[in-house]
Structures are given as C-alpha cells and as structure tokens.
C-alpha cells in the first residue's frame, strides 16, 4: 500500500498564507484561518506543502488501510480557495442554496471570493461538518511534531 504523501507536519501557516501571491486571496485566506479555527475549535496546522488542517481524525477502511486526516481545512489553489469539508455534502443542501456562489466536489467546496458567499452559513457549514466527523471518529487530540 502507497503511504499517504499529505502529512500533518509543523511548517509555518502563517509563513505559508504570507506566500499567497494574490493580495485579495491572501486577505480570505486569513479571514478562512481565523473562521474555521473558531468553528473546528483547533488550531490550524500544515498538512503537506499547501493544505491548512484544522483538528484531526482517525480513519479506518474495509481494506484494513488506516490514518489520520484534518476535520477539516482549506487550500489556496490558482483557480479557487478550496475548503475541505470530511463530512460531504449530503444533508447540507439547505446550507449550500444559502451560501452563495460555489461548487462542490466529493468533499471540496470551491470558492473564488470570500465575499461572493455568505459567510455565517460558510461557518455554520463547517461547524456542522466538523460535528459530524467528532460524532462518527476517533478524534485525536493535539501534538507535538
């Protein structure tokens, strides 16, 4: 089995988002930062070279595969800022017509602007994902790396 290349590991996410070259990004990148820090109740780590995590969980597959991942997170990218939400998508179709403009993925919601959503339900969005993860996973507590 290929072992997972995307790592929780101790790099600087300020020093990361810093790094975004598009100033208006950059900008919602932080005010991300500071909204799913408050909404996952963590505190944001670097999980490979471009992703920001927030808390952790344990996962275990039918095939005996098993890790930990981020509860959940975001990721300046050069078409989008993608924001991971674990739970998926399903049951949140109330939260989604509310949020403004976006599209999803499996479990990545894509957005432009920070400001062409609405930003309580983006909270509200990954507070409940977050719940959802906590309910259904072994959380795992804070570490040193």
């Not at 991300?32 to 999980?47: F, N």
């Not at 471009?50 to 595969?65: C, L, M, N, P, T």
């Not at 998926?88 to 919601?109: A, I, P």
Request: aromatic residues 8%; contains cysteine; positive net charge.
């Amino acid at each position: 089995m290929a072992e997972l290349k995307t790592k929780r590991n101790s790099a600087s996410v300020e020093k990361f988002l810093n790094g975004v070259k598009d100033e208006q990004k950059r900008a919602d990148c932080f005010e991300i930062l500071k909204l799913m820090e408050e909404a996952a109740g963590a505190p944001a780590e670097m999980w490979g070279t471009s992703i920001v995590g927030f808390g952790r969980y344990r996962y275990k597959y039918a095939s005996g595969r098993e890790g930990d991942w981020m509860l959940t997170g975001f990721s300046p990218r050069a078409q989008n800022i993608t924001l991971y939400i674990m739970a998926g998508f399903d049951g949140y179709k109330d939260l989604l017509d509310g949020l403004g403009k976006h599209s999803t993925g499996k479990s990545c919601l894509y957005i432009n602007r920070l400001e062409q959503v609405d930003k309580k339900v983006l909270k509200k969005l990954v507070k409940q994902s977050v719940a959802h993860m906590k309910k259904n996973n072994p959380v795992l507590g804070p570490t040193k790396e």
